[in-house]
């Protein structure tokens, strides 16, 4: 016996939006950090929701950009002392800037987030 898992496109619609919400909570984030913080919130609160479909690879991605950029953010706070710190930071900047940027176009063109496995 098998099972259908693709969702309607109702469900994919909605889905959608809650994609599009992390992304501009994530650019937000550049601005105002806790938004960072309710988007991953709701990336793993919605997870479910999206396993198995297109959208699963742009959630991972927005967790992945999360997490990575706390890290360096952490980084660059242990290293500012030594005058690396603002460095770090800026390079995290864009280099999170970018992911959202990407994360975003490939939404819009209904393109995956390349990734080799999804956990």
Same mark, same amino acid.
């Given at each position: 016996?098998?099972?259908?898992?693709?969702?309607?496109?109702?469900?994919?619609?909605?889905?959608?939006?809650?994609?599009?919400?992390?992304?501009?909570?994530?650019?937000?984030?550049? &601005?105002?950090?806790?938004?960072? %913080? %309710? #988007? %991953?919130?709701?990336?793993?609160?919605?997870?479910?929701?999206?396993? #198995?479909?297109?959208?699963?690879?742009?959630? +991972?991605?927005?967790? +992945?950009? &999360?997490?990575?950029?706390?890290l360096?953010?952490?980084?660059?706070?242990?290293? &500012?002392?030594f005058?690396?710190?603002?460095?770090?930071?800026?390079?995290?900047? %864009?280099?999170?800037?970018? +992911?959202?940027?990407? #994360?975003?176009?490939?939404?819009?063109? #209904?393109?995956?987030?390349?990734?080799?496995?999804?956990?």
């Amino acid at each position: 016996m098998s099972f259908d898992l693709s969702p309607t496109p109702a469900q994919e619609h909605e889905a959608r939006k809650w994609v599009i919400i992390v992304y501009v909570l994530q650019i937000l984030s550049l &601005f105002i950090g806790i938004t960072s %913080i %309710i #988007g %991953i919130i709701i990336n793993y609160i919605k997870l479910d929701d999206v396993r #198995g479909t297109w959208l699963e690879s742009h959630f +991972r991605w927005q967790m +992945r950009t &999360f997490w990575f950029s706390l890290l360096w953010a952490v980084l660059g706070g242990l290293t &500012f002392w030594f005058g690396v710190g603002i460095v770090v930071w800026i390079v995290a900047g %864009i280099w999170g800037l970018y +992911r959202i940027i990407k #994360g975003a176009i490939y939404l819009y063109d #209904g393109k995956t987030m390349y990734m080799n496995t999804l956990p």
